[in-house]
């Protein structure tokens, strides 16, 4: 099960979300995550999974990996990313997977909680070519409650890491239990990987 990361601050540092980390940024923050996590992860794994809260500037380690992916697979930039993903900041988890042997992240998973915002996914699956009626969708799974969801808001692997022993590993993300483990109360999930707009966990 992923270790969590809930520290907000990082000293002095004020932090927001940013995606466009330079190489020595991302080297840096990725250090001080395994740095400040060691104790806690197994020793004999070579690719381990961090969870890290939205607010956590180690959180950005998350949102490099999702644009470098993003922009190289749909011409996403950083502005786009943050304008896409803005307004769910603060009610994101990462699902940091790091690789011990170069101390550089391979992948990430984006939970996105309920929030005045709602869900992402359910939210862009209401517009075109889609147009989902979200009450329907609702009604169809039981859900009468929003923070029973939890929206799988992006799921991104580095190129290096889609092949071979190390993509059991990271590509194994979307499907660790820890997407259930860290809260029981989560028994519906968004999957935007899928057709279906909603699926019972």
Same mark, same amino acid.
Request: proline share 6%; charged share 30%.
């Given at each position: 099960?992923?270790?969590?990361?809930?520290?907000?601050?990082i000293?002095?540092?004020?932090?927001?979300?940013?995606?466009?980390?330079?190489?020595a940024?991302?080297?840096?923050?990725?250090?001080?995550?395994?740095?400040?996590?060691?104790?806690?992860?197994?020793?004999?794994?070579?690719?381990?999974?961090?969870?890290?809260?939205?607010?956590?500037?180690? +959180?950005? /380690?998350? $949102?490099?990996? *999702?644009?470098?992916?993003?922009?190289?697979?749909?011409? #996403? =930039? &950083? @502005?786009?990313?943050?304008?896409?993903?803005?307004?769910?900041?603060?009610?994101?988890?990462?699902?940091?997977?790091?690789?011990?042997?170069?101390?550089?992240? +391979?992948? /990430?998973? $984006?939970?996105? *909680?309920?929030?005045?915002?709602?869900?992402?996914?359910? #939210? =862009? &699956? @209401?517009?075109?070519?889609?147009?989902?009626?979200?009450?329907?969708?609702?009604?169809?799974?039981?859900?009468?409650?929003?923070?029973?969801?939890?929206?799988?808001?992006? /799921?991104?692997v580095?190129?290096?890491?889609?092949?071979?022993?190390?993509?059991?590993?990271?590509? &194994?993300?979307?499907?660790?239990?820890?997407?259930?483990?860290?809260?029981?109360?989560?028994?519906?999930?968004?999957?935007?990987?899928?057709?279906?707009?909603?699926?019972?966990?």
């Amino acid at each position: 099960m992923p270790t969590r990361d809930t520290d907000t601050e990082i000293g002095a540092e004020v932090f927001s979300p940013r995606y466009d980390l330079s190489d020595a940024e991302l080297e840096d923050l990725t250090v001080r995550l395994l740095d400040a996590r060691t104790g806690e992860l197994p020793e004999h794994y070579r690719l381990v999974a961090i969870e890290v809260d939205g607010r956590s500037p180690f +959180s950005n /380690v998350g $949102r490099h990996v *999702e644009r470098v992916v993003f922009e190289a697979t749909f011409g #996403n =930039d &950083a @502005a786009q990313m943050t304008d896409e993903y803005g307004a769910y900041e603060e009610t994101s988890t990462f699902f940091i997977s790091i690789d011990r042997d170069t101390c550089m992240p +391979s992948g /990430v998973l $984006r939970i996105i *909680e309920d929030s005045p915002h709602g869900l992402k996914s359910l #939210n =862009d &699956a @209401a517009h075109e070519p889609f147009n989902l009626e979200l009450d329907e969708a609702f009604r169809f799974h039981a859900i009468s409650d929003p923070t029973e969801i939890w929206d799988i808001g992006t /799921v991104a692997v580095l190129p290096h890491y889609r092949r071979g022993e190390a993509a059991v590993s990271v590509q &194994a993300l979307p499907c660790d239990v820890s997407l259930r483990a860290r809260a029981p109360h989560q028994t519906h999930r968004v999957d935007r990987r899928r057709p279906a707009a909603a699926q019972d966990a």
